[in-house]
């Protein structure tokens, strides 16, 4: 789970989960109010959650997995991407530069 580079407090994983679903880069301490941003490789890592969707895409039509069952498989990474998401995210007070 995320903790504040200011006041040193750990962010709950309803709070961290909110905070991933706005589309500024930048998250603000629901203690302190300061501004916090991704660290490098917690982009890095979360960015290695969205492949597990072409994953089990592509394992469904390599093993000739029916539809439906792939499209359960999928939704339950979805949810478990969800559920992992927060934490393998590590904040700081710097804003870095972009990966690319």
């Not at 962010?11 to 490098?40: E, H, R």
């Amino acid at each position: 789970m995320p903790t504040c580079q200011n006041c040193n407090n750990q962010w709950s994983w309803k709070q961290t989960v909110k905070k991933m679903f706005t589309l500024d880069t930048a998250m603000v301490c629901p203690y302190c109010g300061k501004t916090q941003y991704y660290t490098d490789p917690s982009k890095k890592r979360n960015g290695l959650l969205v492949f597990l969707a072409p994953l089990v895409m592509l394992f469904g039509l390599l093993f000739d997995i029916p539809p439906h069952i792939t499209l359960g498989i999928l939704v339950m990474t979805f949810f478990f991407s969800i559920a992992v998401s927060p934490f393998l995210i590590k904040i700081t007070n710097k804003k870095e530069p972009p990966l690319w």
